[in-house]
């Protein structure tokens, strides 16, 4: 496939799956205007980001990276039902053994994240955990068999579902439910949730019916087995700060720095969204194009379109931030903290850096190299875990913001030196940077200007034409290399 194929397929692909993640995930978002609203305080808000990271860790470790190998191993020729089967066998085995072993030792996991006595938490976050567990590969195979148009359809009915229920649930909370705390309901309405994606997915999920390959089971587990330490790796660099902000902090100001933390984060999801609907759709191709002649040439060009994109996303972002924060949060004590606005753009640049590290990732993935990329995974989360430990005491959730941004740009710059020596693709590294580098300037300079000029509608006329002066820069800066 030529490159204008590739591209194109890898847009109108990432259009789709961005239908399902970055509009549901925008409506998902908008929880944050009635969580704000009805949550009775910001530490509430802050009890339900902390759970949620705690999640994260268990949705890597019951896949166990399972996923990729199921891409890696049709990718070289096994075939895709057998490597289907083998792999759901599997997680459906260790899925029941960690549900059977969470049930019984409930009261225990409760105390261990910090919320003693409340073990109908814990019940309630394994109903939608095994779910979205069982579901997981069904969802790599509809990716894989390139059917994004019904991914996208399950994705947002799973999130219509869980949407329509916490509305229901804060707003008009029947009295037969009277007897669960907000907390609770909002975790009902993502265990419903699951469940009912699961249910779609059913014919998906027991379609196991192949004979079990003992071998190819153990290639397939000795390829992903390290992938489970770079999604915990992933994780840690993602989430660990949410958690570690209870431990680390005076209960009441742990759960009170989440929530300023946790709801301002929400309002980098358009970066977010953009990077996963990207990963999803350019995953499953990357596979597919490796042995094509201008694979590599073909790679370096999408790098650059999607820091391109990145980085327009970022401006649109930080130069309305002000006005989108008090549209979405609707509790004016999340304002009390001035903090919550300055980490945004930090954050916004940090995940444009983990999209960038995506992209290179692809190195261990395509030589087989999974131990490597777990060695410099674990050593991004190792770092993240300790400047987390001895920054958090002294500047709360800022530190949290600015390690993450530290550790990504220097897991992109490590992946890209590991890469180049065990899989070399020729990156147009001076364009990416005048990317970069210009964006940043960009918005330091419409600071600068409109922090002088108190006419709004002036100040929108100079936003909108900086974003302008960034698309023909952007444009200009295109790779002008011919690949056929």
């Not at 996208?152 to 509305?167: E, R």
Request: with cysteine; aromatic share 16%; hydrophobic share 55%.
């Amino acid at each position: 496939m030529s490159s204008v194929g590739l591209i194109r397929k890898l847009a109108s692909q990432t259009a789709i799956y961005g239908l399902s993640s970055m509009l549901g995930r925008f409506i998902n978002f908008l929880l944050v205007i009635p969580h704000t609203q009805y949550l009775k305080t910001v530490n509430s808000y802050g009890d339900i980001t902390t759970i949620f990271s705690f999640m994260a860790f268990f949705n890597v470790l019951l896949t166990y990276g399972m996923e990729t190998s199921y891409f890696n191993f049709i990718r070289n020729g096994k075939d895709s039902k057998l490597v289907y089967s083998i792999g759901q066998k599997s997680i459906l085995f260790t899925t029941l053994i960690f549900a059977i072993f969470v049930y019984i030792f409930a009261p225990q996991c409760a105390d261990f994240i910090g919320y003693e006595g409340q073990k109908e938490y814990i019940y309630i976050c394994l109903i939608f955990l095994v779910f979205d567990t069982l579901s997981a590969l069904p969802f790599a195979r509809l990716r894989y068999e390139e059917k994004p148009l019904k991914y996208a359809i399950i994705k947002l009915l799973n999130i219509g579902v869980n949407i329509s229920l916490n509305l229901f649930f804060l707003k008009a909370t029947p009295n037969v439910l009277a007897h669960f705390d907000q907390v609770s309901l909002i975790l009902i309405a993502n265990a419903i949730a699951s469940f009912i994606s699961f249910l779609i997915l059913a014919p998906i999920v027991f379609q196991i019916n192949k004979p079990f390959d003992k071998t190819l089971f153990q290639d397939m587990l000795k390829y992903a087995w390290p992938l489970v330490f770079v999604g915990f790796a992933g994780i840690v660099n993602e989430t660990l700060d949410r958690t570690l902000l209870k431990k680390l902090l005076p209960a009441s100001e742990g759960s009170y720095q989440n929530g300023i933390y946790g709801a301002f984060y929400k309002l980098t999801m358009v970066m977010t969204m953009f990077v996963q609907a990207f990963r999803f759709a350019a995953e499953p191709l990357f596979f597919k194009q490796k042995e094509s002649k201008d694979s590599r040439e073909n790679y370096a060009l999408v790098m650059y379109w999607f820091i391109a994109v990145c980085t327009f996303i970022f401006l649109a972002c930080v130069f309305f931030i002000e006005p989108l924060a008090h549209l979405f949060i609707k509790n004016e004590a999340f304002f009390e903290n001035p903090n919550g606005l300055y980490i945004v753009p930090i954050l916004l640049i940090a995940n444009m850096f983990l999209g960038i590290y995506y992209n290179l990732s692809i190195w261990y993935r395509f030589t087989n190299n999974t131990r490597l990329g777990a060695i410099l995974a674990i050593s991004a989360a190792v770092l993240t875990i300790f400047l987390n430990i001895a920054l958090i005491p002294i500047w709360g959730f800022v530190a949290c913001a600015w390690i993450t941004l530290l550790v990504y740009a220097l897991m992109c710059v490590a992946s890209y030196i590991l890469g180049q020596h065990h899989y070399q693709i020729p990156y147009f590294l001076g364009k990416y940077a005048i990317l970069i580098f210009t964006s940043v300037g960009i918005w330091l300079l419409s600071k600068e200007i409109v922090g002088h000029i108190h006419v709004k509608s002036l100040e929108i006329a100079i936003l909108l034409a900086l974003l302008t002066l960034m698309l023909l820069i952007i444009w200009m800066l295109q790779p002008k290399r011919k690949i056929t």
